[in-house]
């Protein structure tokens, strides 16, 4: 997938930014890139209902060292990383969604992380309580084509234990509106 390949490609990866001060985005990304509520909600309103999750790969590996800097982690550590596409109308992917889950984040309470199938992470984790989002970052990544795509991370914290969630905007939400 040319979104996956250009988020974990480094040379590729320009540095990320405060999303609030990504002024050199074009006007439609904006509002998506700097929305801090849950993108699932967002979308779901945005196709008119019509949203799913599908999942494609959920794996034990080790993050890439810019994935394990932001949550602080040792090197080589291994996290549950899952990469899923966020549908609009008519199945069209319109999101690529990479979370990344270390393994001190998978206890207790936070078990039910891994096992949430084609459930949205953001319908489990903007209905709990404990949850505190991190600033939210912007970048611009250039795919296996030289496009552009607009993306966004945050880290969150569900009961004090962090995750990692970065979601692509693929050209096909180009066209979308933004719902008020």
Same mark, same amino acid.
């Given at each position: 997938m040319s979104a996956r390949s250009a988020l974990l490609n480094p040379l590729k990866l320009n540095r990320w930014t405060c999303a609030d001060g990504v002024h050199d985005a074009p006007h439609h990304w904006r509002p998506w890139l700097q929305d801090t509520g849950s &993108?699932? +909600? $967002?979308?779901?309103?945005?196709?008119?209902? #019509?949203?799913?999750?599908?999942? &494609?790969? +959920? $794996?034990?590996?080790?993050?890439?060292?810019? #994935?394990?800097?932001?949550?602080?982690?040792?090197? $080589?550590?291994?996290?549950?990383?899952?990469?899923?596409?966020?549908?609009?109308?008519?199945?069209t992917p319109w999101v690529y969604a990479r979370s990344v889950l270390p393994a001190t984040t998978l206890t207790g309470r936070e078990r039910r992380l891994a096992l949430l199938g084609n459930r949205s992470l953001g319908s489990l984790m903007f209905s709990d309580p404990s949850l505190a989002r991190g600033p939210l970052m912007a970048c611009c990544l250039q795919d296996d084509d030289g496009s552009q795509l607009w993306a966004r991370r945050s880290v969150f914290r569900l009961h004090n234990k962090p995750l990692l969630v970065c979601e692509v905007f693929l050209p096909a939400m180009e066209h979308v509106q933004y719902p008020l």
């Open positions: &993108l699932t +909600q $967002r979308l779901t309103r945005a196709a008119g209902g #019509e949203f799913a999750v599908r999942v &494609l790969s +959920q $794996r034990w590996a080790t993050p890439s060292r810019d #994935e394990a800097r932001a949550l602080n982690m040792p090197p $080589r550590q291994l996290a549950l990383i899952r990469e899923v596409e966020l549908l609009g109308r008519n199945g």
